[in-house]
Nanobody, 128 residues
Framework: QVQLVESGGGLVQARGSLRLSCAVSGRTFSRYYMGWFRQAPGKEREFVAAINLSGTSTAYTESVEGRFAIPRDNAKNTMFLEMNSLKPGDTAVYSC?????????????????????WGQGAQVTVSS
């Protein structure tokens, strides 16, 4: 069984920065495409970012392009979400997700049902 655990959430002022971590255990981390999603109060969960197996390719939703980064460290079985220039509109519960490479060769997955495993979520609150 694969387990994902997020950490690093919290309260930050607008224009500040925060880094989330997603630690993966249970199976070989490098076999999973990874992604981040977020859910704001009263809204549906939405795609934020995705990364391929080696970390050489990334994709972002338009609203975070240029402000967020999604690196991964396969040696440490960990993925990150580096968030800069944060806005109140970024306030949400952020969840990491893993997609087994055996399902598809496509790493740029933006729908929830394309992922096999999920973390419990980390709250990020951006104050104005």
């Amino acid at each position: 069984q694969v387990q994902l655990v997020e950490s690093g959430g919290g309260l930050v002022q607008a224009r500040g920065s925060l880094r989330l971590s997603c630690a993966v255990s249970g199976r070989t981390f490098s076999r999973y495409y990874m992604g981040w999603f977020r859910q704001a109060p009263g809204k549906e969960r939405e795609f934020v970012a995705a990364i391929n197996l080696s970390g050489t390719s990334t994709a972002y939703t338009e609203s975070v392009e240029g402000r967020f980064a999604i690196p991964r460290d396969n040696a440490k079985n960990t993925m990150f979400l580096e968030m800069n220039s944060l806005k109140p509109g970024d306030t949400a519960v952020y969840s990491c997700a893993a997609r087994d490479r055996a399902r598809s060769s496509s790493w740029d997955a933006r729908r929830e049902n394309q992922y096999d495993y999920w973390g419990q979520g980390a709250q990020v609150t951006v104050s104005s």
